[in-house]
């Protein structure tokens, strides 16, 4: 019987949920030049205010079981737009009462539910059609004396700019969610709760007409277009899982050796879009905890294991037109009395969420093509906690796992490197290494493979192993 998620994670997160902004400046194109008048409501900022309430149904895991939600989604949006000037949808706001007996269950022993929350805005312009998201964050909030608990769910909107004059149309979609209690231990996976709409129902949120641009009296200069911005940057909020919880007197225990991993990793830094492509490394020590209940259910399966990155040049323009290169390294937090980074993931129905907590080193630096003396401990000053998720399986094909910054959970969009201390030898270099490289928003991707093991009685029948460094080979055993 496969293994499927228990009340013991499925029920347990707290999750801020994203989609990825898909609308760009180019995505309305071949409608009518001409717009309608103003749609009914506009208020006299020339902004209206929208409210629309969804009924939903959202499949929570056992015991709590799938919950009847009405969730109410209000916003301010213009009361028209023009073609290439961008405009802003503000004041999101969607909010639902969770039921009291499922808010207990949720909460446990925790004093306060936090979470997160997401769903697509569909919009229409004639038959061209695109989706806006945004991230919600639902902040921490005490169960009432008596009654339901409330949640509130806020979120902010880039700015977005239609292409082509017209009507358009905006509609709701399902929200996604997760719940769970502040302060529990992050190495408890949070299950993503995706609600359906009840049948029956208008989606429809509002409509904004898109006037044509105006041209300029003759013998006036355009006024000079700016650039729509992009996304704004933000730092995912931290969440918390439940403490966890005894195991049932009945259970069963695994503990399997599992053969050496390949780990080909790759991490892109967002300030300078450099790519650090790490050469192979082995996850070695590999172990794959399991506890299960009578009925073969998981209760807890932790794979662990640890591992060594060699040393690698990147060189990336520092501010878009500078040539620099630097040796990049990933060390473990104890790096100076150990050379092993610890590897902690949990694996349930084929999926692992690895994490893992490194310190970066920078050294060996050149600024067009003139060494800068970093120094021999320039570090990250704190350590980066680098959360992944993907398909793996231990014992066959491996995997691949990774961040994204389409991903529900806010652990998985990717990391935050912290600023940099110790820098510089003859000056002060850390603030400036801090500017180049330090911000959230960076992505990280690790190819898992299995190291085959050769069974010819003579090994120089045997194939060529993974291309594993020799001192990476030599930091793993």
């Known amino acids: 019987m496969a293994p499927r998620l228990t009340r013991r994670t499925a029920t347990r997160g707290a999750i801020a949920l994203v989609c990825v902004v898909s609308v760009t400046t180019g995505a309305f194109t071949g409608i009518g030049s001409a717009a309608p008048g103003e749609p009914a409501g506009a208020t006299a900022s020339g902004r209206h205010e929208l409210a629309k309430t969804v009924a939903a149904t959202c499949p929570f895991a056992d015991p709590i079981g799938p919950l009847k939600l009405t969730v109410a989604t209000t916003a301010t949006l213009p009361a028209s737009m023009t073609i290439g000037k961008p405009a802003a949808i503000d004041d999101l706001s969607v909010s639902f009462s969770l039921p009291r007996a499922a808010a207990q269950q949720l909460l446990g022993t925790g004093a306060t539910l936090e979470g997160g929350l997401a769903f697509q805005l569909l919009l229409e312009q004639g038959k061209v059609k695109d989706t806006l998201a945004v991230p919600m964050t639902i902040a921490a909030t005490a169960l009432p004396a008596e009654g339901d608990l409330t949640l509130v769910a806020k979120g902010k909107l880039p700015s977005f700019s239609p292409s082509a004059a017209g009507v358009l149309r905006i509609r709701l979609t399902p929200p996604k969610l997760a719940i769970g209690p502040t302060g529990a ?6 299950e993503q709760v995706t609600c359906a709409a009840d049948s029956g129902q208008d989606l429809s949120f509002g409509a904004v007409p898109v006037l044509a641009a105006t041209t300029p009296p003759a013998g006036k200069p355009a006024p000079e277009k700016k650039a729509a911005p992009g996304p704004r940057s933000t730092v995912p909020q931290k969440h918390s899982l439940l403490d966890e919880e005894p195991p049932p007197d009945e259970t069963f225990t695994m503990v399997l050796p599992l053969q050496s991993n390949q780990v080909d990793n790759t991490s892109t830094i967002a300030k300078t879009g450099s790519k650090i492509h790490s050469k192979p490394a082995v996850l070695a020590n590999g172990v794959w905890f399991r506890i299960t209940d009578v009925d073969g259910f998981p209760i807890r399966s932790e794979i662990t294991g640890e591992l060594a990155f060699a040393p690698v040049t990147v060189s990336y323009l520092g501010y878009g037109f500078l040539p620099i290169s630097a040796t990049v390294e990933f060390l ?14 949990t694996l349930f129905d084929g999926i692992l969420r690895n994490h893992l907590d490194v310190v970066s080193r920078l050294s060996d630096v050149k600024v067009n093509g003139v060494p800068l003396e970093a120094g021999p401990d320039c570090v990250s000053e704190k350590p980066i906690p680098i959360d992944m998720i993907g398909e793996y399986d231990p014992f066959g ?8 910054s389409a991903n529900p959970d806010p652990k998985y ?9 110790n820098c510089g030898a ?11 490289n330090s911000g959230p928003g960076n992505q990280a991707s690790a190819h898992l493979s299995l190291i085959t093991l050769c069974q010819e009685p003579d090994h120089r029948n045997c194939p060529p192993v993974a291309p594993i460094p020799a001192e990476v080979f030599r930091a793993s055993r």
């Open 332 to 345: 473990p937090v104890d790096y100076r009395s150990s050379t092993m980074i610890h590897s902690f993931g």
């Open 185 to 190: 231990p992050p190495d408890q996976p949070a």
């Open 426 to 436: 003859a000056e002060k270099l850390s603030s400036l290494f801090t500017g180049q």
């Open 397 to 404: 094909a491996g995997g691949l796992i990774g961040t994204d």
């Open 413 to 421: 969009r990717g990391f935050t490197l912290p600023p940099f201390k």
